[in-house]
C-alpha cells in the first residue's frame, strides 16, 4: 500500500519541468512529422458550407475579420477557406474590422487567396474597410447605412469611388445575403446576432474559438446558422470543401495538444485516487 | 446654470432622450427617427475612438509619474518598463500619424513586434492549460467527478483522432452542447437580457446614475 501511494504521490505531484518539457518535445515532434489524423466532419460545418454554398453570384457577404494576431493561428485557415468559397461561388465580400489590429493581418490572408488570380478586382468584387471602434453601435450602423460610417476604406480611398460600396446603398442589411464573424470576443458575436440576424433576419455564420461554442450555442440553429469551432472547424471546412489549406496540417498539432492535456487530466486523477487510497 | 444641473440632470436629460430615440427605433420605421438614430450611433463610434486616443494621453501623463517616482526610489527596472511602454507608444503612433496606419513602415512594425509576442503569448496558454488541468480538476467530489468525466468526453470529441475512431463520441458531445449546454445557456441569457432591460429601464428613468461618477448630492 504503501508503495502504491508512493507511486500516487508522484503522479498526483509532477514536477512542472517534466510536463512542459514533454509539451515542447511532443509539439515538436508532432509539428515535424504530422501523422495526418482523419477528420470528421460535424453539422455546425455542413451548416456554414451550406450557407456559402446557397450564395448566387453577386450576392454579398459582410466579414467581420475580427480575429487578432494570438488567434490568428486558427481564424486565419477559417477565414481564407470561405473567402476561397465565396470566390467560386461569385459573391462579392465586404471585409471590416472590429478588432484594432485585425486590418494588419489581413494582407497576410488575401496574398494566400489571390483573389486577383480568380479576377476578382478589389473595389468591384471585394473591399476592405478597416477597423471601426464602437462595438455594438457601429454594427448596427454598419447593417443601416455603412457608406455613411466609412467614408473610406483602409488604404484611405474614399467609398465614394468604390463601385461595390456605391451598391450596398441605403439600407444596406438589404444588400447583405450573408454576415461572416470571425472573433476571440464573445460580446462581438452576440451583438452581431442582435443587431443583423435578429433584427433584419440576416443568414448568419461565425468562426469562434473552441472555448466560445458553448456561449454561441444557445443562437444556433434560429439565429446562427452555423457555427466554425475555431481551427478544428476551419480543418472540417477544408476536408468537406476539398479546398487545402493550413488548418489540415494544424489539425495534428491541434490533436496533440488537447491529447496532452487529456494525459495529463487523467493522470492528476489516479495520482489523486491512489494517495487517497493510501491514506485511508 | 447650478452645478447641479450642468452635472446632473443634463447628462440624465440626454440619457434619457438618446436612449429613447434609440429604443423607438427599434420597433417603429419612421425616416426622421431613423436619421437621429444614425447620427447617434456614429457619434458613439467616434467617441469610441476619442476615448482610445484620450486613453493614450492618460497612459502617457500616469507613466510619467512612475517613472518619476521610482526614479526617487531608484526602482530602475520599474523606470525602463516604462521606458519602454511609452517609447512604444509614442514611437507607433508617431509612425501611423505621420506615414499612415498603411503604411510599410507600420506594417513592419507590426509584423515584426507585435505579430511574434502575440503569438507566443498565446501559444504559451496551452502550458497554464495543460498544468492548471492537471493540478485542479481532480475528482473530490460528485460534482468534479462529473466535471471530469464532462471534461474527458469534450476534449476527446473536439480531437478529431479520437471522434473518428470512437464515433459515439460526438453522440456524447451533440447530446451535451443541444442539451446541457443550450438549455443552460439560454437560461443564462435570458436572465442577463431580463437583467439588462431591468437596468437600462432604471437608468432611463434615472434611477441609476452610477454612470455620472461621483455627483455630490
New interface residues.
Given amino acids: 500500500m504503501g508503495e502504491q501511494s508512493g507511486i500516487g504521490n508522484t503522479l498526483a505531484n509532477?514536477p512542472?519541468w517534466l510536463?512542459?518539457s514533454l509539451?515542447i518535445i511532443l509539439?515538436a515532434y508532432i509539428t515535424l512529422n504530422p501523422l495526418g489524423?482523419?477528420?470528421?466532419v460535424?453539422?455546425l460545418t455542413i451548416d456554414c458550407y451550406d450557407a456559402i454554398d446557397a450564395l448566387q453570384p453577386g450576392d454579398i457577404i459582410l466579414m467581420d475579420q475580427g480575429y487578432?494576431?494570438?488567434?490568428?493561428?486558427f481564424h486565419e485557415p477559417g477565414f481564407i477557406v470561405v473567402f476561397r468559397h465565396a470566390i467560386d461561388k461569385g459573391a462579392k465580400v465586404v471585409i471590416v474590422s472590429t478588432s484594432v489590429?485585425s486590418?494588419?493581418?489581413l494582407?497576410r490572408a488575401i496574398d494566400k487567396i489571390k483573389p486577383a488570380a480568380k479576377g476578382y478586382e478589389y473595389g468591384v468584387d471585394w473591399v476592405h474597410l478597416?477597423y471601426?471602434?464602437?462595438?455594438e453601435?457601429?454594427y448596427?450602423?454598419i447593417v443601416?447605412?455603412i457608406n455613411?460610417?466609412f467614408t473610406e476604406d483602409?488604404?484611405?480611398t474614399p467609398t465614394s469611388a468604390l463601385p461595390l460600396m456605391q451598391e450596398l446603398g441605403v439600407p444596406t442589411h438589404e444588400k447583405i445575403a450573408l454576415v461572416y464573424i470571425m472573433t476571440a470576443g464573445g460580446d462581438v458575436v452576440e451583438g452581431w446576432i442582435r443587431q443583423s440576424a435578429l433584427?433584419y433576419d440576416l443568414k448568419f455564420i461565425t468562426q469562434v474559438n473552441?472555448m466560445m461554442?458553448?456561449?454561441i450555442?444557445?443562437y444556433y440553429p434560429i439565429n446562427c446558422d452555423g457555427i466554425l469551432?475555431g481551427g478544428?472547424g476551419a480543418?472540417?471546412y477544408e476536408v468537406y470543401s476539398g479546398y487545402s489549406g493550413e488548418a489540415v496540417k494544424l489539425?495534428d498539432m491541434?490533436?496533440m495538444?488537447?491529447?496532452?492535456?487529456?494525459v495529463?487530466?487523467?493522470?492528476?486523477?489516479i495520482g489523486?485516487?491512489m494517495t487517497k487510497g493510501g491514506s485511508s | 446654470m447650478s452645478q447641479r444641473t450642468i452635472r446632473r440632470q443634463i447628462p440624465l436629460a440626454l440619457t434619457f432622450i438618446t436612449g429613447m430615440i434609440i429604443t423607438f427605433d427599434?420597433f417603429i420605421k419612421w425616416e426622421p427617427l431613423?436619421s437621429v438614430?444614425?447620427t447617434?450611433?456614429?457619434f458613439?463610434?467616434v467617441?469610441?475612438?476619442f476615448m482610445?486616443g484620450f486613453a493614450g494621453v492618460n497612459l502617457i501623463m500616469l507613466h510619467t509619474r512612475r517613472i518619476k517616482r521610482n526614479m526617487s526610489q531608484n526602482k530602475m527596472l520599474d523606470v525602463a518598463i516604462s521606458v519602454m511602454l511609452l517609447a512604444c507608444l509614442i514611437g507607433w503612433s508617431a509612425v501611423g500619424i505621420f506615414m499612415?496606419?498603411?503604411s510599410d513602415t507600420?506594417?513592419w512594425l507590426?509584423?515584426n513586434f507585435?505579430?511574434p509576442?502575440?503569438?507566443t503569448?498565446?501559444?504559451a496558454t496551452?502550458?497554464y492549460?495543460?498544468?492548471a488541468?492537471?493540478?485542479v480538476?481532480?475528482?473530490?467530489s460528485t460534482e468534479t467527478i462529473i466535471l471530469?468525466v464532462v471534461?474527458?468526453i469534450t476534449?476527446?470529441s473536439?480531437?478529431?483522432?479520437f471522434?473518428?475512431y470512437i464515433?459515439a463520441l460526438?453522440i456524447f458531445k451533440?447530446w451535451i452542447?443541444?442539451v446541457l449546454?443550450?438549455a443552460s445557456?439560454?437560461a443564462i441569457?435570458i436572465g442577463v437580457g431580463l437583467g439588462g432591460i431591468l437596468m437600462g429601464v432604471r437608468t432611463l428613468l434615472a434611477m441609476e446614475t452610477g454612470f455620472l461618477g461621483a455627483v455630490e448630492e
Avoid at chain 1, 37 to 40: D, M, Q
Avoid at chain 1, 264 to 269: A, E, K
Wanted: net charge positive; aromatic share 10%; no cysteine.
Fill in positions: 509532477l512542472t510536463y512542459f509539451i509539439m489524423f482523419p477528420i470528421p460535424t453539422s487578432g494576431a494570438g488567434t490568428m493561428a489590429e486590418p494588419m493581418l494582407q478597416g471601426v471602434a464602437g462595438g453601435p457601429a448596427a450602423s443601416e447605412d455613411n460610417l483602409w488604404e484611405q433584427r473552441e461554442v458553448p456561449t450555442l444557445p469551432n478544428v480543418a472540417e489539425s491541434m490533436t495538444g488537447g491529447l496532452v492535456v487529456l495529463f487530466l487523467i493522470l492528476g486523477n489523486y485516487f | 427599434w431613423q438614430t444614425k447617434i450611433l456614429n458613439n463610434v467617441m469610441v475612438a482610445m499612415g496606419r498603411s507600420y506594417q507590426y509584423s507585435n505579430l509576442l502575440s503569438s503569448a498565446y501559444a496551452l502550458f492549460l495543460a498544468s488541468t492537471y493540478r480538476i481532480r475528482a473530490r471530469v471534461s474527458i476534449i476527446m473536439n480531437m478529431p483522432m471522434v473518428t464515433p460526438l451533440t452542447a443541444n449546454v443550450k445557456y439560454r441569457t
